[in-house]
Nanobody, 128 residues
Framework: QVQLVESGGGLVQAGGSLRLSCAAS????????MGWFRQAPGKEREFVAA????????YYADSVKGRFTISRDNAKNTVYLQMNTLRPEDTAVYYC?????????????????????WGRGTQVTVSS
């Protein structure tokens, strides 16, 4: 049984930083793609970043490029999302996801449909 547990959310002022963690268990994740998505009130869940567990290649939404960094720690089975220069529009519930898609790259890893497993989310609030 795959479990994904997010942590690290909270309230931060604009310009500040947070690091989210996603602890993954129940499977060997070497063949997985791990993603971060977010959902603001009244909006669709949207792609933030993804990382291939094997090799560590990363993918980002344009809105977070240069500000957010996704990484993973193989020994801890944990994926991180370092968020810098936060803006009020980054306020959302952030979800960790895991999947084993047959497709690759942008157009694939940024699609919610390729992720079979999701965490419960962690709230990030950025005040202006």
């Amino acid at each position: 049984q795959v479990q994904l547990v997010e942590s690290g959310g909270g309230l931060v002022q604009a310009g500040g930083s947070l690091r989210l963690s996603c602890a993954a268990s129940g499977r060997t994740f070497s063949s997985y793609v791990m993603g971060w998505f977010r959902q603001a009130p009244g909006k669709e869940r949207e792609f933030v970043a993804a990382i291939k567990w094997s090799g560590g290649r990363t993918y980002y939404a344009d809105s977070v490029k240069g500000r957010f960094t996704i990484s993973r720690d193989n020994a801890k089975n944990t994926v991180y999302l370092q968020m810098n220069t936060l803006r009020p529009e980054d306020t959302a519930v952030y979800y960790c996801a895991a999947g084993t898609p047959y497709c690759t790259g942008y157009g694939c890893y940024d699609s919610k449909g390729i992720y079979a497993y999701w965490g419960r989310g962690t709230q990030v609030t950025v005040s202006s």
